[in-house]
C-alpha cells in the first residue's frame, strides 16, 4: 500500500536489544495502529492513536511502547526485544467517520533469536 | 468482549465453483463487520464491511457477505472462484464506532483455488 511506509520490512535481533520499527503515512489520517501478526493468531492490536499526541493500549502491549509525534508517523518500540515478540508487525491507519475501512502497511518481518 | 471464529484453517474449492469462508463473532453490542483478504508477503486489503442496513454487502472482486443476526454469522462468499482467490481471509469485528480500527480479529482461513 504505497500510502502506508514501513521500516525495516526485516530484522533479525538478539534476546535483549532494542529496535523501532517506523509507520509513515501520506493519506493524511487520523488514525494509526500497529498490529502483530502470529500464525494461527490472526491480527492483534498491540497500540494505537487516534490523533497525534494521543496514544492508547490495545489488546497485546506489552513490552512495546509507540510514539506519535505528529500525524504522520508512528512509531513502534521494542525496548527489550523477548523470542516471543518474534512476529510480523503491521502498522494500519483509518480516517474515521463512517468508511471504516482500515489500510494496511506491508509489514515488518521481526525475528528474535 | 468481542470474539471471532473462523471454523475453517483451509478451504479447498475448484476454479470456477462457488467459494465460501464461515465466520461468526460474538459481541456485547451492535456488531461492525469486516473482510479482509492478504497476499503471501503483503499487507491485508479491505473487500467488504457491514454496518447496517441491507443484510448482504458487495464487495471487492466480486466478493459479498451476508449478516445473519440470529445466526451471528457473516459468512464470505464468491459465486464463482478464481485461481487468483488462493490467499489468506481474515474475518474482524468491533463493537465501538469510537475507533474503526480496534478490530478483533479471526485466525484466518487459507483458500486454496485449484485450476
Known amino acids: 500500500n504505497a500510502g502506508v511506509t514501513q521500516t525495516p520490512k526485516f530484522q533479525v535481533l538478539k534476546t535483549g536489544q532494542s529496535m523501532t520499527l517506523q509507520c509513515a503515512q501520506d493519506m493524511n489520517h487520523n488514525s494509526m495502529y500497529w498490529y502483530r501478526q502470529d500464525p494461527g493468531m490472526g491480527l492483534r492490536l498491540i497500540y494505537y492513536?487516534?490523533?497525534?499526541?494521543?496514544?492508547d493500549k490495545g489488546e497485546v502491549p506489552n513490552g512495546y511502547n509507540v510514539s506519535r509525534l505528529n500525524k504522520r508517523e508512528f512509531s513502534l518500540r521494542l525496548e527489550s526485544a523477548a523470542p516471543s515478540q518474534t512476529s510480523v508487525y503491521f502498522c494500519?491507519?483509518?480516517?474515521?467517520?463512517?468508511?471504516?475501512?482500515?489500510?494496511f502497511g506491508e509489514g515488518s518481518r521481526l525475528t528474535v533469536l | 468482549a468481542q470474539s471471532v471464529a473462523q471454523p475453517e484453517d483451509q478451504v479447498n474449492v475448484a476454479e470456477g465453483n462457488p467459494l465460501t469462508v464461515k465466520c461468526t463473532y460474538s459481541v456485547s453490542g451492535n456488531p461492525y463487520l469486516f473482510w479482509y483478504v492478504q497476499y503471501p508477503n503483503r499487507g491485508l486489503q479491505f473487500l467488504l464491511k457491514y454496518i447496517t442496513g441491507d443484510n448482504l454487502v458487495k464487495g471487492s472482486y466480486g466478493f459479498e457477505a451476508e449478516f445473519n443476526k440470529s445466526q451471528t454469522s457473516f459468512h464470505l462468499k464468491k459465486p464463482s472462484a478464481l485461481v487468483s482467490d488462493s490467499a489468506l481471509y481474515f474475518c474482524?469485528?468491533?463493537?465501538?464506532?469510537?475507533?474503526?480500527?480496534?478490530?478483533?480479529f479471526g485466525a484466518g482461513t487459507q483458500v486454496v483455488v485449484t485450476p
Open positions: 474482524a469485528v468491533s463493537d465501538t464506532t469510537d475507533s474503526w480500527g480496534k478490530l478483533q
Open positions: 494500519a491507519l483509518t480516517g474515521g467517520g463512517i468508511t471504516g475501512e482500515l489500510f
Open positions: 492513536s487516534a490523533s497525534e499526541g494521543t496514544t
